[in-house]
T-cell receptor, first 114, second 116 residues
Framework: GNSVTQMEGPVTLSEEAFLTINCTYT??????LFWYVQYPGEGLQLLLK?????DKGSNKGFEATYRKETTSFHLEKGSVQVSDSAVYFC?????????????FGKGTLLTVNP | DAGVIQSPRHEVTEMGQEVTLRCKPI?????LFWYRQTMMRGLELLIY????????DSGMPEDRFSAKMPNASFSTLKIQPSEPRDSAVYFC??????????????FGPGTRLTVL
């Protein structure tokens, strides 16, 4: 089946530190990959996405590269801010047909201290 | 646009009671999804609709759960009877498909359900 594995949290960093949140996947087909962010008390928001191998998704200073050879989609940011404190979810969706199902990882809580 | 609207935002009920969660998707979106989020199981897809028709309900945990979408602007998720293990945050999301291109799912703020 399809699954997403994220690094266990919580992750606590100081402001301006470098962030990496690891994400690996298994899929029965060729997936599109996503990172969603959930701020306290809110629903999930799409942060970035990549639809094919070697694509790099980026948004708000965050980046992730679709690595088919390692089945990975690690999230990175060079300098985190307090406002980045949130839960981050890696997700996949199989491409093709009418399959709209997203498979999510368990989420990683990030806390950034001033 | 107002975004996906869910009500109520918080619900506290007693075991055995019926609970109804409501969702209004973004206007023009033809896909609607119901998710459940718990600490133990993470985010799980319960059911999704396309053009008001249920497409995949394989994530619905048991017969106590039912979902309907009577029209393009309204959906309900009902739990009857409710149990303490149903306590979770329930999210509704909607999206639109254009010429086969996937468009992102927009999530509502969620309903936090507590069953005592």
């Amino acid at each position: 089946g399809n699954s997403v594995t994220q690094m266990e949290g919580p992750v606590t960093l100081s402001e301006e530190a470098f962030l990496t949140i690891n994400c690996t996947y298994t899929a029965t087909g060729y997936p599109s990959l996503f990172w969603y962010v959930q701020y306290p008390g809110e629903g999930l928001q799409l942060l970035l996405k990549a639809t094919k191998a070697d694509d790099k998704g980026s948004n708000k200073g965050f980046e992730a590269t679709y690595r088919k050879e390692t089945t990975s989609f690690h999230l990175e940011k060079g300098s985190v801010q307090v406002s980045d404190s949130a839960v981050y979810f890696c997700a996949l969706r199989l491409r093709g047909g009418s399959n709209y199902k997203l498979t999510f990882g368990k989420g990683t809580l990030l806390t950034v201290n001033p | 646009d107002a975004g996906v609207i869910q009500s109520p935002r918080h619900e506290v009920t007693e075991m055995g009671q019926e609970v109804t969660l409501r969702c209004k998707p973004i206007s023009g979106h033809d896909y609607l999804f119901w998710y459940r989020q718990t600490m133990m199981r993470g985010l799980e897809l319960l059911i999704y609709f396309n053009n008001n028709v249920p497409i995949d309900d394989s994530g619905m945990p048991e017969d106590r759960f039912s979902a309907k979408m009577p029209n393009a602007s309204f959906s309900t998720l009902k739990i009857q009877p409710s149990e303490p293990r149903d306590s979770a945050v329930y999210f509704c999301a909607s999206s639109r498909r254009d010429s086969g291109v996937y468009n992102e799912q927009f999530f509502g703020p969620g309903t936090r359900l507590t069953v005592l």
